[in-house]
């Protein structure tokens, strides 16, 4: 694919299902947070569903950020996809932490404004690391980190839906 500047609609569009599914990705682990000791004392009764779940999360997605890398640059390989997935999960539950631990007490007033404030900067931080892993140009970046952000929520809400219902 050659060098082509997206439409502003094409960035709008990128710029909300970024949000939107940050958004969602956030709430998951604000409800992650407050039921924390439940969900660890269940996975670590079951050692194949934690190890599933984490193959789950780590290699869809970076299934999906190597398709879209290799669209944009051909010097990607799916190993590189696959450490970029590792690093920016680990600085999302970084980030997350952080700001739960300086807002310990979220309420409903102040949730979305917190909430929102991490979605910007989890988009900042994931630019930036699609930018300098994948060598492709902002716009590029941001493309990959909202379909990245879509992907895995995506995942997450199949996920969580697939428990609560007893899908499997």
């Known amino acids: 694919m050659g060098d082509s500047i997206p439409s502003l609609k094409e960035i709008k569009d990128s710029i909300m299902v970024f949000v939107i599914f940050s958004l969602f990705a956030i709430s998951f682990w604000t409800w992650f947070y407050y039921n924390v000791s439940n969900i660890i004392e269940l996975l670590l009764k079951n050692i194949w569903t934690m190890m599933l779940l984490f193959i789950i999360f780590w290699i869809i997605p970076s299934l999906f950020v190597y398709i879209i890398a290799n669209s944009l640059n051909k010097n990607v390989s799916f190993l590189r996809s696959l450490g970029v997935s590792l690093l920016s999960n680990i600085l999302y539950i970084l980030i997350s932490l ?34 300098c892993i994948f060598n492709v140009n902002w716009i590029d970046a941001f493309n990959i980190a909202s379909r990245y952000a879509f992907i895995s929520s995506l995942i997450i809400i199949l996920v969580v839906f697939a428990i609560i219902f007893n899908l499997g």
């Open 98 to 131: 952080t700001i739960f631990y300086l807002f310990p007490y979220i309420n409903q007033i102040s949730a979305i404004p917190i909430l929102f404030i991490l979605a910007i900067i989890l988009l900042i931080v994931f630019i930036i690391i699609f930018k």
